[in-house]
């Protein structure tokens, strides 16, 4: 008896709870969390959101992002330009040994452009990281809400306004 009320706790706690976590390492970098917001079929470009951790003795670089679900994906970052935020392409990001970067709303992300499909809450897409000595590796991004913060994380996310991305 007790076996089968753990066996339907279990299963339950597997209904209610999916596993969001995901990680992939490639070498000395470990990636863990893409996730993208569910956004409608009207919506021609989105962002998606992770971090990569750098544990090896050497700088890594991140030159490139590819998803069969976009025309084009590139590297962005939000900066502040004559008081204004604004969004940049960056065409190569440093990922320095022993140091963690977080693709986050606000901050570094990977926009795509030029979507073939919605993004649908519950649903993964695929997105290849092409790193300049690790080489590449292709990751599941789940749509949905963001992962919960790490307990080590310093400072909480910031949302950003509901409009946070023009076109350029």
């Known amino acids: 008896m007790l076996r089968k009320a753990l066996s339907t ?58 998803s069969p679900i976009a025309d084009k994906v590139e590297v962005h970052e939000h900066v502040h330009v004559d008081g204004l935020m604004k969004m940049q392409q960056v065409e190569r990001l440093t990922i320095p040994a022993g140091e963690t970067v977080t693709f986050a709303p606000g901050g570094y992300h990977l926009m795509m452009f030029g979507l073939k499909q ?34 080590t994380q310093e400072a909480p996310v910031v949302e950003p306004e509901a409009d946070q991305h023009h076109h350029h």
């Open 9 to 66: 706790f279990f299963c339950a706690a597997l209904i209610a709870f999916p596993a969001v976590a995901h990680e992939y390492e490639l070498g000395e970098l470990y990636i863990d969390h893409p996730w993208a917001r569910p956004l409608p079929p009207v919506v021609p470009s989105g962002a998606a959101y992770l971090r990569i951790q750098n544990r090896g003795a050497d700088t890594h670089t991140l030159l490139a992002a590819r």
């Open 118 to 151: 919605p993004l649908v809450a519950g649903e993964r897409f695929p997105v290849t990281l092409v790193f300049e000595k690790a080489g590449s590796i292709e990751v599941e991004v789940m749509i949905g809400d963001a992962p919960a913060a790490p307990v």
